[in-house]
């Protein structure tokens, strides 16, 4: 069931990604939708399932793009795995530590992606600071306001219903 | 339960995941050779379990080689010890024949030298008695060779042939008591004639008692019995005495080592001193 639900977030995410790519691209900041979910799976369910989230979210991505396929998927696994230990390892419920792990888990997706091409040497990227800060803020605020929707769409229901209730009574 | 198992695992899997990726990146990737990374990198790690492999059963047939040829080494090294003693045979064989050779050509160089005509012999047996010092030579009067034709040595003079055969010779030394030769000192030409005294030395006889002779002078041949050449040398003053006669008594050291003589030179020209007298006769 939980499997399920993280193939349909991706492929969300992914669907928002591709098709809204235009819309999220402002100047050099760009938000990576399929990561964002990597990381909230991975601090919602464990390292286990952040791993192959992460794997197959980035598999799917890699493939999907003109990439060689696996070095998305080892970066957002890795991302996955460390996000999933320090869910359980700490309390990351605030939307500062969320916002601290999103941020970091951007950094170090993004410093294992591109040392990855740097290392075999399939493409150079200048001087990337500014646009890795960028998306690891904007992944960062998508994350958070992620995490408080989820949180408060529940809630926000009952007090609906519940002043509905009222209302009535 | 499965489930389970994999979460509390899940270092494992990462690890098995990372692993999963960097194989599938790797086949995708070419090396600076231009070779698929995976293949490069399976290739390599293939190769070394091949060495490992490799060298294993390299061991395994050594020893297995070493075990089975032990079984064979004394037979094997009986046969090169037999080779060995077969070539240590042949070397000296091969310096015996060397040596020959070296004599054969320092004979050839006296027969150049003198300007006779010679027969160069072997010597093939030695005395059959030690009171006659004589020798005997693989040339005979099918060579050419008559009595008393001369015998030289690069050295010097050896003797005679005394009895010749068809195929051999007996050579009468010069050392021996019944063997003479007219000699000269080559320093002051005073003369006199060489007898064998049945040893390794000679004796000079009828020097008169006035002739300078010192010891170290070279006695030399002087043809005047018509068997010897004219000039060939005999050998050495040792000792110069005084005999209370009219004639000295010196003892003369032969230059030609008799025992050692393995070769020597049968002078086929006639002497001036036999040529006239064969000519008186006729």
């Known amino acids: 069931m939980r499997a399920a639900g993280v193939i349909l977030a991706v492929s969300a995410a992914l669907a928002l990604q591709t098709t809204l790519a235009r819309f999220l691209v402002r100047g050099a900041i760009t938000v990576d939708l399929v990561l964002v979910v990597v990381v909230y799976v991975a601090l919602s369910a464990g390292p286990t399932t952040g791993l192959l989230t992460g794997a197959f979210a980035g598999l799917v991505q890699d493939a999907l793009s003109s990439n060689i396929i696996g070095i998305g998927g080892l970066s957002k696994t890795i991302v996955g795995f460390l996000a999933g230990i320090i869910g359980t390892q700490f309390i990351v419920t605030q939307p500062l530590p969320r916002f601290v792990v999103f941020f970091g888990g951007t950094v170090l997706h993004a410093v294992v992606f591109m040392g990855l091409y740097m290392l075999l040497d399939l493409r150079q990227f200048g001087s990337p600071y500014g646009a890795v800060t960028g998306q690891a803020t904007a992944n960062a605020v998508v994350g958070v306001v992620a995490f408080q929707l989820v949180e408060l769409l529940p809630g926000a229901v009952e007090r609906r219903r519940a002043a509905k209730t009222r209302l009535r009574r | ?282």
């Open chain 2, 1 to 282: 339960m499965t489930l389970l198992d994999i979460r509390q695992r899940s270092g494992y899997l990462f690890l098995a995941v990372i692993l999963g990726h960097v194989l599938l990146i790797s086949a995708q990737v070419n090396s600076a050779r231009g070779v698929p990374v995976l293949e490069a990198v399976t290739f390599g790690i293939f190769s070394e379990v091949q060495r490992t492999l490799s060298g294993g059963l390299s061991g395994i047939q050594n020893v297995w080689s070493g075990y089975i040829g032990l079984r064979h080494v004394k037979a094997e090294n009986d046969e090169l010890k037999r080779q060995l003693a077969a070539a240590q045979v042949t070397g000296q064989e091969q310096r015996a024949l060397a040596d020959r050779a070296r004599g054969f050509a320092a004979l050839l160089e006296l027969r150049q030298h003198v300007k006779l005509s010679t027969a160069a012999a072997e010597i093939i047996g030695g005395a059959a008695s030690a009171d006659f010092l004589t020798l005997t030579i693989d040339k005979g009067t099918r060579d050419g060779l008559r009595p008393d034709m001369a015998v030289i040595a690069p050295a010097g003079v050896v003797g005679r042939i005394v009895v010749p055969s068809a195929r051999s010779a007996k050579v009468q030394l010069l050392t021996d008591r019944n063997a003479a030769a007219g000699a000269i000192v080559e320093r002051t030409r005073a003369q006199g004639v060489v007898v064998g005294a049945g040893e390794d030395r000679l004796q000079m006889e009828y020097v008169s008692e006035v002739a300078d002779v010192v010891a170290g002078d070279v006695v030399v041949t002087s043809g005047i019995e018509g068997v010897y050449p004219k000039g060939f040398v005999i050998g050495r003053v040792e000792t110069v005495e005084k005999s209370g006669t009219a004639y000295k008594r010196i003892t003369v050291r032969p230059a030609v080592d008799f025992s050692s003589l393995e070769e020597a030179l049968v002078v086929l020209t006639p002497t001036p001193a036999k040529e006239a007298g064969q000519g008186v006769q006729e």
